[in-house]
């Protein structure tokens, strides 16, 4: 495997060649080990739901075209993606269900090393679901607050109550497609019922439970998290940073982050800074602490502390191969197993500490809400430790980029609006006014079926040009962060109007938003844009897009639909979206669910052609505006195209 080829940030690339050098083996490799990979699965054609099963349908027709239940390729498609779709809101859910039960600890003295740190973020969102804030002190109405947020997840009658913030043509279109999301944890329970075998064979009726699921994400686990985290550890605000393996320290003990919940991470980064824990660090030898993160936790603490970013999903291994990272402790999700295996042969110490998520023959150190900090300085101290035993060689790339996150959607209000008049009225101007073209959410993971980092760079880099602002999160955030697309200096890369935008208010024309789950803001942001007006009455009229062209994950799908039924057109990687393509599912949902939802998915694997098919729509939105008309539309041609290769 040539690095180069696996990966286009260069610290990967010579983490690679050392790794390929000492015979240790990678992701790329077991991916490599693995093909030919199914070809019925890659399509979404194989069934194993139940034990008539494994069953498969054969898109040449040659072979059978029903699962011994009598179900046809499109049953089995759509169950497959409504299973993904399920897997990832229950994922994100949980996540905002530890974060709720957490904050109502927190509410009622019983977590006391968290607290509340964006009162006005506490009293707007009491108010917004009427709860009294008058003569009420801050942790009642947080008591009262974090009650009614738990409840969203489980509760027998209703609906989703973030999903009121939606347009109300939005939420017109949800109510009269049955789709607005009732409690979470119904929405994902009845997707797996529905999909039981000989439940729901028609996929139409699958796939529009699909996206009352989805939006249970977004518009319910997602923003509920989201946004009690911001209560309890701050909304972001713009900050500076650094990403890549070049932010680890020789000299000092290095502990990495990785995972996605910040109720661990910032107890983490608490302890190490306490005095009496720094000490222990240099009486060991150290000259300090070095908290890094790794994938979306990562992106939580860059946006609120400044934390550097050691990299995202495809650098796990890569981090541990430096020698450098004292201890790695991880909670939930994007944890690969190979981990394990890998600090066998450094000093590094991996320690898990989520009960949701052990490691065979790895240290647990639970993570407790009524002792958090306590168990942060444990970690802290288990990291001093393993700096003192520290032996092997240590080699870290010196490459880093420096990036200016934290673009909640309230940042953006300020930044784009100025402190006095704070709105998203500038952003909508220089959208009617053709200066920035449209807005293009560019997310998700980094997947080694893709060149690293480069689905995601390259998509961007081909957006600004087109005058396209780009908001972004999870992994593809730091994937641009690491090719220095998050600073001011990259809107020499756009288009004549966005760059003017850009340079007039110091930002960059890549804003990152947060992680995952901060999707949510994104959604927020959309519905920030329709409510200043003059883009429509609803966010399938915006010229809006998302995507994202390096997927793994089934969070990936849940985010990409939930999008798709809030109005936006999605672009993945074709190679990657397990739909068979000559399907009445791919029929539906490229084409047909537009009428119903206003929004739609397109495939594309050359980010390219996928900038262009964005460019495209968001010009159709433009024109179906009537805030077209001033401007010619600029044509690339080959030569252009040449010239903007990354
Ligand atoms: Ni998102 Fe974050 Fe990365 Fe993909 Fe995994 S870390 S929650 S799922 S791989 S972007
Ligand atoms: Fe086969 Fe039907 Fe069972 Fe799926 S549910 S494994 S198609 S018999």
Redesign the pocket.
């Known amino acids: 495997m040539d690095p180069k080829k696996a990966t286009c940030d260069p610290a990967a690339q010579k983490m690679l060649k050392r790794m390929a050098d000492a015979e240790i083996e990678t992701v790329w490799d077991r991916l490599e080990a693995q093909e030919p990979q199914c070809g019925f699965g890659q399509l979404g054609l194989c069934c194993r739901i139940c034990n008539m099963g494994p069953c498969r349908i054969d898109p040449f027709g040659d072979g059978p075209q029903r699962g011994v239940c009598g179900a046809d390729a499109d049953t089995i498609i759509a169950r497959n993606f409504i299973r993904m779709v399920a897997g990832g809101a229950s994922?994100?859910s949980d996540h905002g269900r530890g974060v709720a039960h957490a904050f109502l600890a927190m509410a009622k003295g019983e977590a006391p090393d968290y607290g509340i740190k964006d009162r006005k973020k506490l009293l707007t969102l009491a108010q917004e679901w009427g709860i009294k804030t008058d003569g009420r002190d801050d942790r009642t109405i947080a008591q009262d607050l974090g009650e009614q947020a738990l409840a969203e997840f489980g509760k027998p009658h209703g609906t989703q109550r973030m999903a009121d913030r939606a347009p109300e043509a939005r939420k017109a279109v949800w109510k009269k497609l049955g789709v607005t999301p009732r409690a979470v944890d119904r929405e994902i329970v009845e997707a797996l019922h529905r999909t039981h075998m000989g439940v729901d064979q028609e996929y139409k009726s699958i796939l529009r439970h699909a996206s009352r699921c989805a939006l249970a994400d977004g518009w319910g686990g997602s923003m509920i998290g989201t946004e009690l985290q911001d209560i309890m550890f701050g909304t972001p605000v713009p900050a500076r940073g650094e990403i890549n393996l070049g932010v680890l320290k020789k000299d000092h003990v290095n502990l990495v982050v990785h995972g996605?919940e910040p109720l661990l991470s910032e107890m983490v980064v608490a302890a190490a800074g306490m005095p009496e824990l720094v000490d222990e660090a240099k009486k060991a030898g150290a000259a300090g602490i070095n908290v890094v993160g790794i994938?979306?936790t990562a992106?939580e603490l860059l946006m609120r502390h400044g934390i550097p970013v050691a990299g995202?999903?495809l650098s796990q291994e890569l981090a541990i191969v430096t020698g450098a990272v004292d201890l790695m402790c991880v909670d939930i999700?994007?944890i690969m197993q190979s981990l394990a295996e890998i600090v066998q042969g450094y000093h590094t110490k991996l320690i898990t500490t989520s009960e949701k998520a052990h490691m065979p023959g790895v240290e647990h150190v639970e993570m407790e809400e009524d002792r958090a900090l306590e168990v942060g300085k444990e970690i802290v101290r288990k990291a001093v430790e393993a700096f003192a035993g520290r032996s092997g060689k240590i080699y870290i790339p010196k490459d880093k980029g420096e990036v200016i996150v934290g673009f909640s959607h309230e940042t953006i209000n300020y930044v784009l609006g100025g402190q006095f008049r704070a709105s998203y009225r500038p952003l909508n101007d220089n959208i009617m006014n053709g200066r920035i073209r449209g807005v293009c959410g560019v997310?998700?993971?980094?997947n080694p079926k893709v060149r690293h980092d480069w689905g995601h760079t390259g998509l961007v880099r081909e957006l600004i040009k087109r005058d396209i602002l780009v908001l972004t999160?999870?992994?593809?955030q730091i994937a641009c962060g690491k090719l220095d697309l998050l600073r001011p200096e990259a809107a020499e890369l756009a288009g004549p109007g966005l760059r003017e935008v850009c340079e007039a208010v110091g930002l960059p024309p890549v804003l990152a938003v947060g992680?995952?789950?901060d999707n949510s803001r994104i959604l927020i942001a959309c519905t920030e844009m329709v409510r200043e007006g003059g883009l429509g009455d609803d966010i399938s009229e915006l010229p809006v897009a998302g995507a994202c062209l390096e997927?793994?994950?089934e969070?990936?799908i849940s985010i990409g639909h939930y999008f798709v039924a809030s109005g936006a057109l999605v672009v993945f990687a074709r190679k990657l979206f397990p739909v068979w393509a000559k399907s009445k599912v791919a029929k539906y949902l490229f084409e047909e669910i537009e009428e119903e939802l206003g929004g739609k998915w397109a495939v594309e694997d050359d980010p390219v052609k996928a900038a262009e098919l964005i460019h495209d729509h968001i010009e159709a939105k433009r024109d179906t505006l009537g805030i077209n008309q001033e401007r010619e539309r600029k044509l690339f041609d080959m030569e252009d195209r040449r010239k903007l290769e990354v």
């Open positions: 994922a994100h996605h994938c979306c992106n995202n999903f999700q994007c997310v998700g993971c980094t999160t999870g992994c593809a992680s995952c789950v997927h793994i994950t969070k990936a």
